[in-house]
């Protein structure tokens, strides 16, 4: 289930989890510079922030990203799966989070993120975007600093919106 920080007490939570898994070996391929809350809401940009929870009501990982107005696109995403381990749970949330959230409810013009090559994630996040209509768009070297402060090659996803629908109803069109 996908539960959006939506108070300042959750919010709080979310980053005590992010900095306490941030301080873990386990989570060196997540971004260091990337997951540091943002103060205010700014007229140009949205911080989206979102709980994955179990059906316990158990904490299971994060998403966060940011949604840039002017350009109707979300992009700066940090995924964290807290569980150190494969979770459905979490999976269907990242998915429900670019495709229901991102695209259906937001009606958002674009995505991009990036994952680490080599990192656990990299074949998620390209199933992904190949099961959604998104692509790699990019491969970059020494482009990004780990948790543990090791440059890392990095691979840019982009999704379109149209693309999207395209490959969801067949048209591109909702």
């Known amino acids: ?3 959006e920080v939506d ?3 959750s919010y709080d939570t979310l980053f005590e989890m992010m900095d306490e898994a941030f301080q ?4 060196k391929y997540a971004f260091s510079d990337e997951y ?5 809401l700014q007229e140009a940009r949205r911080e989206l922030m979102f709980f994955s929870v179990d059906e316990n009501q158990n904490i ?3 998403i966060t990203a940011t949604h840039y107005l002017r350009t109707n696109k979300v992009s700066d995403f ?3 799966n807290f569980l150190k381990k494969p979770s459905m749970t979490y999976a269907k949330d990242m998915y429900e989070f670019i495709s229901t959230y991102i695209f259906e409810k937001l009606k958002v013009h674009k995505a991009n993120w990036l994952t680490v090559i080599g990192s656990p ?3 998620f996040n390209d199933k992904i975007a190949e099961n959604l209509g ?7 070297r020494d482009d990004m600093t780990n948790a543990a402060g090791e440059l890392c090659d990095v691979k840019e996803y982009e999704l379109l919106r149209a693309d999207y629908l395209k490959k969801k109803y067949g048209n591109g069109e909702d």
């Open 121 to 123: 994630y990299e074949k």
């Open 7 to 9: 108070s300042q007490e």
């Open 60 to 62: 299971v990982g994060s």
């Open 134 to 140: 998104g692509r790699v768009v990019g491969i970059y």
């Open 78 to 80: 940090t995924m964290l």
């Open 1 to 3: 289930m996908l539960v």
């Open 36 to 40: 540091v809350p943002k103060k205010g």
């Open 24 to 27: 873990d070996k386990h989570y």
